[in-house]
C-alpha cells in the first residue's frame, strides 16, 4: 500500500518570504513523488517531480522540492512567494518504474498574504 | 500545449439515473486515468486503463462503474445507477507512458447526485 501525509491543512506566509509545503509519503521500494496545484474550479496542474538523480529537483513557477529517502518526505518550497501562488498544493507519489495510479495527500491551503 | 479536456463541466442527475462523463486525452498519451474529489476531501483514485482494458480499479470502483474508449480519441466513465455519495469532481488523467512519469489532468467534471 502507499500513502502520503500532508500534516498541515493551511499554511500562511507573507509575499516575499520562503514557503515551505511539507510532504511524507510511505511506498513500496523506490517512490516516484510528485506536486500538484489547484486553483479555484480548476483541475490538477503538475508542478515538478522526483523520479531519481539529484534530491533537489526544480518545477514549474520558481517552484522546487527537496527529496529526503531517509525522513521518507518531499517538501515543497519556494524562495519568495507570491500572491498568486495562493491555491491547494497536493503531494503524490506512486511506485517507481510503473505507470500506476497516484495516490494523492489531503491537500495543503497556501494563503500569500501582502 | 495539448490538454487534456471534460466535458461536461456540471452534470446534475437524479439518484439511480445513468450518467457517463467523457473525456479527451492528449492524443499521444497511451494510459488513462479516472479519479474523483469528494468535496473538501483527498483525490481518489478510481481506475487505469491501459491496451483496451482496465489494469488497475480501487474498491471505490465497483460494479456500477465502467470505462470505455469507443473510439480512439474519447474516454469515459459511465456511471449507471448514481447515488447521492457519487456527487463528487471527476477528474480524467492521461500518461505517455511509464518513461514519461507525470500524469495531466482535464479540469474536471463536477456531478451531483439529488
Known amino acids: 500500500a502507499q500513502s502520503v501525509a500532508q500534516p498541515e491543512d493551511q499554511v500562511n506566509v507573507a509575499e516575499g518570504n520562503p514557503l515551505t509545503v511539507k510532504c511524507t509519503y510511505s511506498?513500496?521500494?523506490?517512490?516516484?513523488l510528485f506536486w500538484y496545484v489547484q486553483y479555484p474550479n480548476r483541475g490538477l496542474q503538475f508542478l515538478l517531480k522526483?523520479?531519481?538523480?539529484?534530491?533537489l529537483v526544480k518545477g514549474s513557477y520558481g517552484f522546487e522540492a527537496e527529496f529526503n529517502k531517509s525522513q521518507t518526505s518531499f517538501h515543497l518550497k519556494k524562495p519568495s512567494a507570491l500572491v498568486s501562488d495562493s491555491a491547494l498544493y497536493f503531494c503524490?507519489?506512486?511506485?517507481?518504474?510503473?505507470?500506476?495510479?497516484?495516490?494523492f495527500g489531503t491537500g495543503t491551503r497556501l494563503q500569500v498574504t501582502l | 500545449e495539448p490538454e487534456v479536456t471534460q466535458t461536461p463541466s456540471h452534470q446534475v442527475t437524479q439518484m439511480g439515473q445513468e450518467v457517463i462523463l467523457r473525456c479527451v486525452p492528449i492524443?499521444?498519451?497511451?494510459?488513462f486515468y479516472w479519479y474523483r474529489q469528494i468535496l473538501g476531501q483527498k483525490v481518489e483514485f478510481l481506475v487505469s486503463?491501459?491496451?483496451?482494458?482496465?489494469?488497475?480499479k480501487s474498491e471505490i470502483f465497483d460494479d456500477q462503474f465502467s470505462v470505455e474508449r469507443p473510439d480512439g480519441s474519447n474516454f469515459t466513465l459511465k456511471i449507471r445507477s448514481t447515488k447521492l455519495e457519487d456527487s463528487a469532481m471527476y477528474f480524467c488523467?492521461?500518461?505517455?507512458?511509464?518513461?514519461?512519469?507525470?500524469?495531466?489532468f482535464g479540469p474536471g467534471t463536477r456531478l451531483t447526485v439529488t
Open positions: 488523467a492521461s500518461g505517455r507512458g511509464i518513461a514519461v512519469h507525470e500524469q495531466y
Open positions: 511506498v513500496s521500494g523506490n517512490p516516484y
Open positions: 522526483y523520479i531519481t538523480g539529484d534530491n
Open positions: 503524490a507519489v506512486r511506485r517507481a518504474g510503473t505507470a500506476s495510479k497516484l495516490t
Open positions: 492524443s499521444n498519451h497511451l494510459y
Open positions: 486503463f491501459y491496451n483496451n482494458e482496465i489494469s488497475e
